[in-house]
């Protein structure tokens, strides 16, 4: 039989320019829908050029979430989207940092790697992101990598990246293409769009040695033809390749704008790469009720990373609004998210009343202690107003909290994150965490990544997974402490997700007899939530809060 001849592996980096936070994440993504929608494996790559070697030791309100992969790995929240829009599961070899750079090659030169020679920022930097770069493709048998590299073109930080791609693309001209995202602002008091921070834009990418190929247009209108040409004339594309975003209702409609535009056939046409006819349906199909999804459920996310400044910042949970999304459009509902600080509750329990008006409550992931009392006033008044309760992690742990002090009476139960010395550790350290944090070992080193999950027969959750076990991805240091498992299930607490040795609490709920929907989870489901596959205990919760609404409880 002839050898099918290999068919070239193709390379889109995404940059951004004119400023950080237009879009280029959702782009990348929508770049990697729309060529799978042609019958290609597609896989994605971030690059995030901080020293970190992770995200998991950045602060989430300036950096946004964690997101965590089944690996294990804490990674930027654009991966998300990826996988989100991608519908693949990724790993840590599609996530890397300029420290995580710097550090792989200076431990190769400490290993002789390098065998005597000079070991220098160019070649050696770019040299180890390209072979990153194409073991992630490779591994993942991508017939297209679509990388993004973050921040914008022009800073210190990802030039060695941006080098990267250059010496990629002068060795295969034909196999590396550059999008670049750029900023089209309209300013108020003049009224029209201006090309010019794009233009420079291009040109700083220029003297990168790269050339765009595709210029997307982030702006908060359609952009019209003259401003196309305008952009195409100088920054040396043709006008067709000038793709305009305008700002979308949801993100998910982006793949379909591009489509409109005709984009998946321009790069198949500069890839010189041959696909199948267009299948999105799925896609259409759900970006169709989307729009559709009249009745609107009101949920509230109880947290505190939300201010920063004067502004809020909802990124620090983009993964839970994604999830709510999800699991809402599937069952036909338009989610109204709210955003409420718990640490209001602790100077006021009257406030807490505001509940009463929401469909039902998320109280997410956290750490450290501000706001914590005023989360565990909510998870009681949910219990006790049989408000639905969807505790995510260390919304978990302030349930139990809640429950041990309120009905087990154990007034001084707390969790260790939060008082070193409580007379009832409900929520104590895993013995493995307490010698990391002896050694001071904080970066990667929590209960990271994919553990199963047993799941009890006869409860909530194995009604909503329906199965006996789950994988689920986690991201915690502590856990329920073991010695106090028989006197909080004695006193009606149903933990109905353990570990398989049976040690780790994963779920707890209340019966339904006594509550509508009160669940909380030691992992995060809404990391692996998808828009064409909600999950399971997502779409559970929204069901029971579209049979009963807030109304209906009154
Ligand atoms: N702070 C808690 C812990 O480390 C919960 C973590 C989380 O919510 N991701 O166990």
């Not at 004119?18 to 929508?30: A, E, I, P, R, Y």
């Not at 989307?290 to 990124?315: H, N, P, R």
């Amino acid at each position: 039989m002839p050898k099918k001849k290999k068919t070239k592996k193709k390379y889109i980096f995404v940059v951004g320019g004119v400023m950080s936070g237009v879009g280029k994440g959702v782009t990348t993504s929508s770049i990697g829908r729309i060529m799978q929608s042609r019958g290609l494996s597609v896989t994605a790559i971030k690059v995030d050029p901080y020293i970190n070697v992770d995200a998991g030791t950045m602060n989430p309100t300036e950096h946004g979430e964690c997101f965590v992969l089944a690996d294990g790995d804490e990674t930027d929240q654009d991966m998300g989207n990826y996988e989100r829009f991608l519908g693949v599961e990724l790993s840590r070899l599609h996530y890397m940092t300029t420290g995580r750079v710097y550090q792989s090659v200076i431990e190769k030169e400490r290993n002789l790697d390098y065998e005597g020679k000079c070991v220098q920022v160019v070649p050696h930097i770019p040299l180890e992101i390209i072979s990153r770069i194409e073991k992630a493709s490779r591994t993942a048998k991508a017939d297209v990598t679509v990388v993004e590299v973050g921040g914008t073109v022009g800073e210190y930080e990802n030039i060695l990246f941006l080098e990267a791609a250059r010496m990629m693309k002068q060795k295969s001209p034909d196999d590396v293409l550059t999008v670049l995202v750029s900023y089209v602002p309209m300013p108020n008091k003049i009224g029209e769009m201006k090309t010019k921070p794009t233009q420079h834009a291009s040109r700083t990418l220029n003297s990168a040695g790269l050339q765009a190929d595709i210029i997307v247009a982030r702006s908060e209108v359609p952009m019209d033809d003259v401003r196309k040409e305008k952009i195409a004339q100088f920054c040396s594309v043709s006008s067709q390749s000038v793709i305009s975003a305008p700002d979308v209702e949801s993100i998910y409609h982006v793949p379909l704008n591009f489509e409109k535009a005709g984009l998946s056939d321009i790069l198949l046409k500069k890839l010189s790469l041959k696909a199948r006819k267009r299948d999105m349906k799925d896609w259409i199909d759900f970006a169709t009720k989307v729009q559709k999804a009249e009745k609107t459920l009101s949920i509230a996310i109880v947290g505190k990373y939300f201010a920063t400044g004067d502004f809020v910042l909802s990124d620090a949970y983009i993964s839970v609004i994604e999830a709510i999304k999800h699991a809402s459009i599937a069952g036909g509902f338009k989610p109204q998210i709210e955003w409420l600080d718990s640490s209001v509750y602790e100077k006021d329990q009257k406030l807490l009343k505001e509940l009463d008006s929401y469909d039902g409550i998320v109280v997410p992931g956290g750490f450290g202690t501000r706001g914590i009392e005023g989360k565990i006033l909510v998870a009681r008044y949910c219990r006790e107003n049989k408000i639905p309760y969807f505790g995510l992690c260390y919304g978990m742990q302030i349930a139990v909290v809640e429950f041990a002090r309120s009905v087990l009476k154990l007034e001084d139960a707390h969790t260790v994150e939060m008082k070193s010395e409580p007379l009832h550790r409900i929520i104590d350290i895993m013995p493995e965490q307490k010698k990391k944090i002896a050694r001071g070992d904080y970066g990667g080193s929590m209960r990271l990544g994919n553990y199963e999950t047993v799941l009890a027969p006869g409860s909530l959750a194995r009604s909503a997974y329906k199965s006996d076990t789950a994988i689920e991805r986690h991201r915690h240091r502590y856990e329920v402490n073991p010695e106090y498992i028989d006197e909080l299930e004695a006193g009606g607490l149903v933990f109905s997700g353990k570990s398989p040795n049976g040690s780790l609490m994963e779920i707890m709920e209340l019966p339904i007899s006594k509550h509508p929907f009160y669940l909380a989870t030691q992992f995060h489901p809404e990391l692996i939530s998808w828009p064409l596959k909600p999950h399971p205990l997502f779409v559970k919760f929204i069901a029971v809060l579209g049979k009963q609404s807030s109304k209906s409880r009154k």
